[in-house]
């Protein structure tokens, strides 16, 4: 089963930026094709962003176009989000999986403990 570990969340100002990463195990990385996804408070967990096995295709939701980009390192087995020009909307808690494009969010049954991300004035 696939361990994941999100790190990188904070408090950040509208406009303000941050880098999550997301470090996993037991599966082979290097073959899996992974996204982000979040939870804003009292809301359902949703889709932001994925990445394909060799970084070669990037898809993200409307909202964070031109502001999220996905990154991998598949050396290290690591997956990035940098985050720029923050939005309140945005504040929410941020996990990291594999993708299967076939999956609905509550087909997926690992999760890590994800990373919160608070944007404030």
């Known amino acids: 089963q696939v361990q994941l570990v999100e790190s990188g969340g904070g408090l950040v100002q509208p406009g303000g930026s941050l880098r999550l990463s997301c470090t996993t195990s037991g599966h082979t990385f290097d073959r899996a094709s992974m996204a982000w996804f979040r939870q804003p408070p009292g809301k359902e967990r949703e889709f932001v962003a994925a990445?394909?096995?060799?970084?070669?295709?990037?898809t993200y939701i409307d909202s964070v176009k031109g502001r999220f980009t996905i990154a991998r390192d598949n050396a290290i087995n690591t997956l990035y989000l940098q985050m720029n020009n923050l939005k309140p909307e945005d504040t929410a808690v941020y996990y990291c999986?594999?993708?299967?494009?076939?999956?609905?969010?509550?087909?997926?049954?690992?999760w890590g403990q994800g990373t919160q991300v608070t944007v404030s004035s």
């Open positions: 990445i394909s096995w060799n970084a070669g295709r990037t």
């Open positions: 999986n594999e993708y299967y494009t076939s999956y609905a969010i509550h087909d997926y049954d690992s």
